[in-house]
């Protein structure tokens, strides 16, 4: 059984103050969850610490957006491994697209990133998927598997999630059709040599889509960012069918 994950990719919302509000509220609604899913929230750094206090003792894991390969040194603005881990960090998403669009993250930064969160001892979120001109042009196919095979060269693929996120599916309310998602996410597996790892889809998923995304077979969970801010919405995802 492979393990279902609902992470939360907070991106960059949400002060202390609101965070601590946003969790009186959510962990309420979990009463009633099942045991069989993850539930992540990754979060700003600053929230990190307040966080790992509050959710102490309770089935909601921490996760981080970013982390740097190196252990420590004059990385300005970066954040180690080491440093995540010791606060009580267990996850990390890797690759987002907004790191590769806006901040120059390369397959091969994001490769140097998964295998320095897997030494120390995170369990890294890798995110691939293809912008709206490339699958126009019919690469959505050849992108991912370039996309993965140089992102995972050396990489454990026995502490690793990734998440199939379309580019214009991420914040765009135009969610892709969970078929399709579900199909691409079988080419991913193909691609693997772990037929275990979890796969999640991401790109507008919310309230009233995520039953229909979670019934697909080759889907293990989802890596929501718009809707996990909101700690009704978010809470109704985590509690799919
Ligand atoms: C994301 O940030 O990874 C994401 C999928 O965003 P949204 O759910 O808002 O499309």
Redesign the pocket.
Known sequence: MRKKVIAG?W?MYKTQAEASEFLQKFLHSLEETPDDREIVLCVPFTDLGILSKSLHGSRVQLGAQNVHWEEQGAYTGEISGPMLTEIGVRYV?IG???RRQYFNETDETVNLRLKAAQLYGLTPIL?VGESKQQRDALETESLIISQLAKGLVDVDQNNLII?Y?PIW?????DTCESIEANRVIGLIRSQLTNANVPIQY?????ANNIDEIMAQPEIDGA??????LEPDSFARIVNYQ
């Open positions: 990719n991106k998403i987002h697209s907004e995110c998440a996120e599916a991420i914040g765009t309310g991401g790109g507008s998923v919310k890596l929501v960012g718009g809707a996990s």
